[in-house]
């Protein structure tokens, strides 16, 4: 007899007893929740925090301030859909406008705009800047885009959600750093 | 004076099998649900409800219908 059974001399009926049939019980509940969970999914209407909208379109266009403001390498943070709704507005090295949801795929963390990348700083993610794909680190999905427009008087809209590309690319070919590497030998 | 043990209800190493299967299978199917959910595909959520749902059954089933081998003629 053990120490502590001497210690505490209790003696229950079920003490000890847990069959494989509770045991089968216990997995056929945590099934059932597992079903309940896709039936939640299933119903819920409002898309998951990094979901795009269903139609892809936004009511209203948020004005982000001029074209010309932000030079390559810049970036300004701004938001979207509500106030909850995070996104990052820059001007990639080659000049061209893009925009990206900041909830990083992975864990939901902020990503920002560092060098020629995306980064995300909480495991080192990192997304390229052309498509968002993912191009290093633990993200497997690309970031949502953003659909930008330039009007006439020069002023730059966000008016909708980019469509999710469906064909991500292999990590070695949408690396920037590979790139660089083999212009350089 | 030590009472007698309450006698466990046999359950069959393939039923124990089968529903640690339907489990592992749950978890994988759920997974792939949310990824797809979160990228924006939400076509095979009635599939997936479905079979989930039929493997949910099954498990239930096994848990709380199936025979229990020791009640039986002798207990």
């Known amino acids: 007899m053990s120490w502590w059974r001497r210690a505490f001399p209790l003696d229950l009926a079920e003490e000890g007893h847990f069959s494989r049939r509770e045991f089968a019980r216990f997995l056929a509940v945590v099934s059932a929740g597992f079903t309940a969970g896709i039936g939640y999914l299933w119903l819920r209407k409002k898309p998951l925090e ?136 | 004076m030590n009472q007698p043990r309450p006698r466990q209800g046999h359950f069959s190493d393939v039923a124990l099998g089968v529903t640690l299967l339907i489990l592992a299978v749950q978890l994988y199917l759920f997974e792939t649900v949310l990824q797809s959910v979160l990228d924006g595909q939400r076509a095979l959520l009635p599939g997936a409800f479905s079979a989930s749902l039929v493997l949910t059954v099954v498990a239930l089933f096994l848990a709380f219908k199936a025979p229990r081998l020791d009640d039986g003629p002798e207990s």
């Open chain 1, 50 to 185: 990094t979901a795009p909208e269903p139609t892809g379109t936004h009511e209203l266009a948020v004005a982000l301030g001029r074209a010309s403001d932000l030079q390559p390498g810049q970036s300004r943070l701004f938001t979207f859909r509500d106030a909850q709704d995070r996104c990052i507005l820059l001007r990639t090295p080659t000049g061209e406008l893009k925009a990206y949801r900041q909830t990083c795929t992975h864990l939901g963390c902020a990503v920002r705009f560092r060098g020629e990348r995306l980064e995300c700083p909480c495991h080192e993610g990192f997304f390229e800047v052309d498509r968002g794909f993912p191009v290093q680190g633990p993200p497997t999905r690309p970031l949502s885009g953003i659909a930008l427009e330039t009007r006439a008087d020069g002023s730059l809209w966000a008016v909708g959600e980019l469509p999710k590309p469906t064909n991500v690319p292999t990590r070695a070919a949408a690396c920037p750093r590979d790139t660089r590497m083999e212009v350089r030998s």
